[in-house]
T-cell receptor
């Protein structure tokens, strides 16, 4: 089955700097790669996702890149702000059929220091 | 829409007790799932359902039962709680044919 590795497990950056979180996956059939943000005491919330037919996707200060050949994808946050502090999870999924669960990485705790 | 709702928010059980964690969604999503979140382990899939009357096991199903009698509700049952089931439990749903998955706020369960 799919295995998703996420690095680093913790990351501290100064406010205004960039943050990068990286994930690798094992199943070459996976084609959907979402990123979730989890604030303290809340459930994970989808912030951005990418499909395998796209190499990069951007939404304001957040971007995700995908390298299908190397089986890795990354989350980039620019101009970080204190409210970006949270735990971030990457995930991977095969093409949708009846039973297509998401497989998650173990998470990265991002701290943005003001 | 309330989205995905979970009750209770917090629960303490003694070893051997049983309980049901409730999950409901009002988005008419066919696909619902239960995850547990443990420190350093990420989110691990317990059980999932692709529609009313259909359930299947995920990565860590032992000790948990589920049923899906309606599209809206997907309860998770612990028949005999064990300390190893101390965790935060999240329910999630998505529409058939759509990748985006929505999570509830979670239930923090402690088994002593």
């Amino acid at each position: 089955g799919e295995n998703v590795e996420q690095h680093p497990s913790t990351l501290s950056v100064q406010e205004g700097d960039s943050a990068v979180i990286k994930c690798t996956y094992s199943d070459s059939a996976s084609n959907y790669f979402p990123w979730y943000k989890q604030e303290l005491g809340k459930g994970p919330q989808l912030i951005i996702d990418i499909r395998s037919n796209v190499g990069e996707k951007k939404d304001q200060r957040i971007a995700v890149t995908l390298n299908k050949t190397a089986k890795h994808f990354s989350l980039h946050i620019t101009e970080t702000q204190p409210e970006d502090s949270a735990v971030y999870f990457c995930a991977a999924s095969r093409p949708l059929s009846g039973n297509t669960p998401l497989v998650f990485g173990k998470g990265t705790r991002l701290s943005v220091i003001a | 829409n309330a989205g995905v709702t979970q009750t209770p928010k917090f629960q303490v059980l003694k070893t051997g007790q049983s309980m049901t964690l409730q999950c409901a969604q009002d988005m008419n999503h066919e696909y619902m799932s239960w995850y547990r979140q443990d420190p350093g382990m990420g989110l691990r899939l317990i059980h999932y359902s692709v529609g009313a009357g259909i359930t299947d096991q995920g990565e860590v199903p032992n000790g948990y039962n589920v049923s899906r009698s309606t599209t809206e509700d997907f309860p998770l049952r612990l028949l005999s709680a064990a300390p190893s089931q101390t965790s935060v439990y999240f329910c999630a749903s998505r529409a058939q044919g759509v990748y985006e998955q929505y999570f509830g706020p979670g239930t923090r369960l402690t088994v002593t």
